[in-house]
């Protein structure tokens, strides 16, 4: 291809930290701490002991246990995907589907699984059985484990009970998680968890309906330049003078508007991705202002930061935060808040803004690409991602859009085998895949196209994306 | 005086109470005048304002509704500090959330210097066939602790207004107590009243929470930025 080097959306400095898709998220909120404590300590065998005896109980207890009837109904054995999260004592904290009570004995076999093969002094990370794969993730306290019937790879399922992880931590932090489970293991971390399921359902939710999770990128808010800079300068006066002020994330409908940052610090892409799912899934953040609490497990996973949090106006559904390390100043940011709503009514942003959000002409058909379906191309430099409206034939199949993506994903980041350029063409659609330094992207284009006419459109789009760069991506990173 | 308004008062609300007792339904329903059966639990706490006419006076009360789950507990005090009145719910259905409104309430009179105004709050009525906690127990422990005792249905809207009402009838009171310095006082209806504000949290905040898993003296470990992308 001819057209290596047009990299739309690049850019120098980011407001993001830049993560390669392919990269695993296994040490995704293990700081500095974690990993000394995780070294310093020996196994715990005493509890740990489980043995194969016991699996076997559990099992046949399983047969005859009445508490079992819903595991064994049908609606719960054919979901697709299952996660559980569980202490390592084997303490039920969260099932996706279903009461984890209800769910005790299979928690039980799970711990003991672990424990079983963490004293041989190894670690299980996934096992095959079948189409089904059951994986685990091990972390210093929790024990996180998918079943999956999906054709998702190990890779992509870990990331995902990372992000469960990440979204445990988010709300107690890994200081406080560690400190309760140093003092004792038994710990019901219900407790502290109750409304959290919520948002951790949501979450899982979100994996499948967002490529932004899997790609390990946000989309912006496509705007016009112009307005965004407004936007942002609205931001940075009004916060000028108050002090550590770390972030403050505009975002609309899953995308970002603008996100202005702290002089050397940027933010991560899976916890911008919590936050995304935290304000969707909150009804309760609309209508008013409120004061949260709020841990960045890739920021920091040791402390919270505070933020204020609110939607712009009634007539502007975009979310504002404002995070700090100041517990005690809501009353500053609420007033840098109406500044900012202020200045940004007067010069139209909030216009620009609902315009952008009611805007359905976005599709690849009237970009004038009527070849192709849709795509996603990631700038890795700035670890932005965009895409088109989502057109026919998948307007009621986004999972099957997704599908093809995840499987498009997963094989160009391959363990085994990474590809650089995919081409493969099914009854349905074709589907190309490319990879560079530079960018990720991926296209699905009509089943019967020609190669080369996939080539020359793939070309195309890129040099129309990168005359639109400076409206579909941030690509200034602005600071306070 | 146009109107005939003659002083406007400024106060502080706190609401307290366990998770999922209705705090954050009671306070939508009397200002949003709506409810949602699906809400989603507060996560922190949530400010509103919100303003009564009363007679010849105007009662503007700045609302703190708090996060009732365990993990917020250590962060409550900054709310109900320097508050003028608390509304202390439990769920009439919920015999440990009456219970714990009680160790809400004690923490409170242990830790706020000014004389305020109390109400206990037994919500949920609308489902009373399931009720635990009987009026006669609730009205006791109220006047027990100097509150008066409020039953309501944030669902059905049912006795929430006067529960404002009496709260701000109670405000007006206090506001000529010599001994109440927290509670604000302006001649005449000041409108802008409440934008005078940015200093309340910041000026009442200082005193010790125990919390030890809320800490952020660690920020500075944080990552920072790479100056270049990374390949
Ligand atoms: N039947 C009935 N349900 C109510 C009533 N008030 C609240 N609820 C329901 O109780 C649940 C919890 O209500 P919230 O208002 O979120 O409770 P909260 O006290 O704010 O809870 P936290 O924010 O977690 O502290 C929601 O499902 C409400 O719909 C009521 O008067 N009657
Ligand atoms: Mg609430």
Same mark, same amino acid.
């Given at each position: 291809?001819?057209?290596?080097?047009?990299?739309?959306?690049?850019?120098?400095?980011?407001?993001?930290?830049?993560?390669?898709?392919?990269?695993?998220?296994?040490?995704?909120?293990?700081?500095?701490?974690? %990993?000394? !404590?995780?070294?310093?300590?020996?196994?715990?065998?005493?509890?740990?002991?489980?043995?194969?005896?016991?699996?076997?109980?559990?099992?046949?207890?399983?047969?005859?246990?009445?508490?079992?009837?819903?595991?064994?109904?049908?609606?719960?054995?054919?979901?697709?995907?299952?996660?559980?999260?569980?202490?390592?004592?084997?303490?039920?904290?969260?099932? /996706?589907?279903?009461?984890?009570?209800?769910?005790?004995?299979?928690?039980?076999?799970?711990?003991?699984?672990?424990?079983?093969?963490?004293?041989?002094?190894?670690?299980?990370?996934? %096992?095959?059985?079948?189409?089904?794969?059951?994986?685990?993730? !091990?972390?210093?306290?929790?024990?996180?484990?998918?079943?999956?019937?999906?054709?998702?790879?190990?890779?992509?399922?870990?990331?995902?009970? !990372?992000?469960?992880?990440?979204? %445990?931590?988010?709300?107690?932090?890994?200081?406080?998680?560690?400190?309760? +489970?140093?003092?004792?293991?038994?710990?019901?971390?219900?407790?502290?968890?109750?409304?959290?399921?919520?948002? %951790?359902?949501?979450?899982?939710?979100? +994996?499948?309906?967002?490529?932004?999770?899997?790609?390990?990128?946000?989309?912006?808010?496509?705007?016009?330049?112009?307005?965004?800079?407004?936007?942002?300068?609205?931001?940075?006066?009004?916060?000028?003078?108050?002090?550590?002020?770390?972030?403050?994330?505009? $975002?609309?409908?899953?995308?970002?508007?603008?996100?202005?940052?702290?002089?050397? +610090?940027?933010?991560?892409?899976?916890?911008?991705?919590?936050?995304?799912?935290?304000?969707?899934?909150?009804?309760?953040?609309?209508?008013?202002?409120?004061?949260?609490?709020?841990?960045?497990? /890739?920021?920091?996973?040791?402390?919270?930061?505070?933020?204020?949090?609110?939607?712009?106006?009634?007539?502007?559904?975009?979310? $504002?935060?404002?995070?700090?390390?100041?517990?005690?100043?809501?009353?500053?940011?609420?007033?840098?808040?109406?500044?900012?709503?202020?200045?940004?009514?007067?010069? !139209?942003?909030?216009?620009?803004?609902?315009?952008?959000?009611?805007?359905?002409?976005?599709?690849?058909?009237?970009?004038?690409?009527?070849?192709?379906?849709?795509?996603? +191309?990631?700038?890795?430099?700035?670890?932005?991602?965009?895409?088109?409206?989502?057109?026919?034939?998948?307007?009621?199949?986004?999972?099957?859009?997704?599908?093809?993506?995840?499987?498009?994903?997963?094989?160009?980041?391959?363990?085994?085998?990474?590809?650089?350029?995919?081409?493969?063409?099914?009854?349905?659609?074709?589907?190309?895949?490319?990879?560079?330094?530079?960018?990720?992207?991926?296209?699905?284009?009509?089943?019967?196209?020609?190669?080369?006419?996939?080539?020359?459109?793939?070309?195309?789009?890129?040099?129309?994306?990168?005359?639109?760069?400076?409206?579909?991506?941030?690509?200034?990173?602005?600071?306070? | 005086?146009?109107?005939?308004?003659?002083?406007?008062?400024?106060?502080?609300?706190?609401?307290? =109470?366990?998770?999922?007792? &209705?705090?954050?339904?009671?306070?939508?329903?009397?200002?949003?005048?709506?409810?949602?059966?699906?809400?989603?639990?507060?996560?922190?706490? *949530?400010?509103? #304002?919100?303003?009564?006419?009363?007679?010849?006076?105007?009662?503007?009360?700045?609302?703190?509704?708090?996060?009732?789950?365990?993990?917020?507990?250590?962060?409550?005090?900054?709310?109900?500090?320097?508050?003028?009145?608390?509304?202390?719910?439990?769920?009439? #259905?919920?015999?440990?959330?009456?219970?714990?409104?009680?160790?809400?309430?004690?923490?409170?009179?242990?830790?706020?210097?000014?004389?305020?105004?109390?109400?206990?709050?037994?919500?949920?009525?609308?489902?009373?066939?399931?009720?635990?906690?009987?009026?006669? @127990?609730?009205?006791?422990?109220?006047?027990?602790? &100097?509150?008066?005792?409020? @039953?309501?249905?944030?669902?059905?809207?049912?006795?929430?207004?006067?529960?404002?009402? #009496?709260?701000?009838?109670?405000?007006?009171?206090? *506001?000529?107590? *010599?001994?109440?310095?927290?509670?604000?006082?302006?001649?005449?209806?000041?409108?802008?009243?409440?934008?005078?504000?940015?200093?309340?949290?910041?000026?009442?905040?200082? =005193?010790?929470?125990?919390?030890? =898993?809320?800490?952020?003296? *660690?920020?500075?470990?944080?990552?920072?930025?790479?100056?270049?992308?990374?390949?």
């Amino acid at each position: 291809m001819s057209c290596t080097e047009v990299n739309p959306g690049a850019s120098v400095e980011s407001v993001l930290v830049t993560t390669d898709s392919c990269e695993n998220f296994e040490q995704m909120s293990s700081s500095l701490e974690e %990993i000394k !404590n995780y070294v310093g300590k020996s196994p715990e065998v005493s509890d740990s002991s489980t043995s194969v005896d016991n699996l076997e109980e559990s099992n046949s207890l399983n047969a005859v246990g009445s508490d079992d009837d819903y595991i064994r109904s049908k609606d719960w054995l054919e979901k697709k995907k299952h996660i559980f999260v569980l202490s390592s004592a084997g303490k039920p904290i969260y099932s /996706r589907y279903g009461i984890e009570d209800k769910l005790v004995t299979m928690f039980g076999v799970m711990q003991a699984l672990v424990s079983f093969v963490q004293d041989q002094n190894d670690t299980i990370n996934c %096992i095959h059985a079948g189409s089904t794969k059951y994986v685990f993730l !091990n972390k210093n306290h929790l024990i996180l484990v998918a079943i999956s019937k999906t054709e998702e790879s190990v890779p992509q399922l870990v990331s995902q009970l !990372n992000y469960v992880f990440n979204q %445990i931590a988010s709300i107690l932090t890994l200081t406080r998680l560690n400190k309760i +489970y140093e003092q004792r293991r038994n710990y019901d971390l219900r407790r502290l968890l109750s409304g959290v399921e919520r948002i %951790i359902d949501h979450l899982l939710n979100f +994996y499948e309906i967002e490529p932004a999770l899997t790609l390990g990128a946000v989309q912006c808010l496509s705007l016009p330049p112009s307005i965004r800079d407004t936007i942002s300068s609205a931001i940075t006066q009004a916060c000028s003078k108050i002090k550590n002020l770390v972030f403050a994330i505009l $975002l609309a409908n899953n995308k970002l508007i603008t996100l202005v940052r702290m002089k050397k +610090y940027a933010i991560h892409p899976a916890d911008l991705h919590l936050i995304f799912n935290l304000v969707q899934a909150s009804e309760s953040f609309k209508t008013v202002e409120s004061w949260t609490p709020l841990c960045l497990p /890739r920021f920091d996973a040791s402390g919270f930061l505070y933020g204020h949090v609110s939607y712009l106006a009634e007539d502007c559904q975009a979310c $504002l935060l404002l995070l700090t390390v100041e517990r005690d100043v809501f009353f500053t940011l609420s007033e840098a808040k109406h500044k900012i709503v202020e200045k940004m009514r007067r010069a !139209n942003c909030l216009e620009a803004i609902n315009e952008s959000l009611n805007s359905t002409d976005g599709t690849c058909l009237n970009a004038g690409f009527p070849e192709l379906r849709h795509y996603i +191309y990631k700038s890795k430099s700035t670890a932005q991602f965009h895409q088109p409206e989502i057109s026919a034939p998948y307007i009621n199949n986004t999972e099957r859009l997704l599908m093809l993506y995840k499987r498009a994903h997963r094989r160009l980041h391959s363990v085994g085998r990474p590809l650089k350029l995919l081409f493969e063409r099914s009854p349905q659609e074709a589907v190309l895949a490319w990879d560079t330094r530079g960018f990720e992207l991926y296209v699905i284009l009509e089943p019967l196209i020609e190669t080369s006419a996939a080539i020359a459109s793939v070309g195309k789009l890129l040099n129309w994306i990168k005359k639109r760069e400076d409206k579909l991506f941030h690509l200034n990173a602005p600071t306070f | 005086m146009a109107n005939g308004i003659m002083k406007t008062i400024v106060g502080k609300l706190v609401i307290l =109470g366990d998770g999922g007792v &209705g705090k954050t339904s009671l306070i939508t329903r009397y200002t949003q005048k709506a409810f949602n059966l699906n809400i989603s639990s507060t996560i922190g706490a *949530s400010f509103f #304002t919100c303003k009564t006419n009363i007679d010849n006076a105007i009662v503007r009360l700045q609302i703190w509704d708090t996060a009732g789950q365990e993990r917020f507990k250590a962060m409550t005090p900054m709310f109900y500090r320097n508050a003028n009145a608390a509304l202390l719910v439990f769920d009439i #259905t919920c015999l440990d959330s009456f219970g714990n409104m009680q160790t809400w309430a004690q923490q409170l009179k242990g830790n706020v210097v000014e004389p305020m105004v109390l109400c206990v709050i037994g919500n949920k009525i609308d489902l009373s066939e399931n009720r635990v906690v009987s009026r006669e @127990e609730a009205l006791q422990y109220a006047n027990s602790i &100097g509150a008066q005792y409020f @039953e309501c249905s944030a669902k059905e809207d049912q006795g929430i207004g006067q529960v404002f009402e #009496t709260i701000s009838r109670d405000l007006i009171r206090l *506001s000529s107590d *010599s001994s109440v310095k927290s509670l604000k006082v302006y001649e005449g209806d000041v409108e802008s009243a409440l934008m005078a504000r940015s200093t309340d949290l910041e000026a009442t905040d200082v =005193g010790r929470i125990e919390e030890p =898993g809320i800490s952020i003296d *660690s920020i500075a470990h944080a990552k920072t930025v790479p100056s270049k992308c990374c390949y």
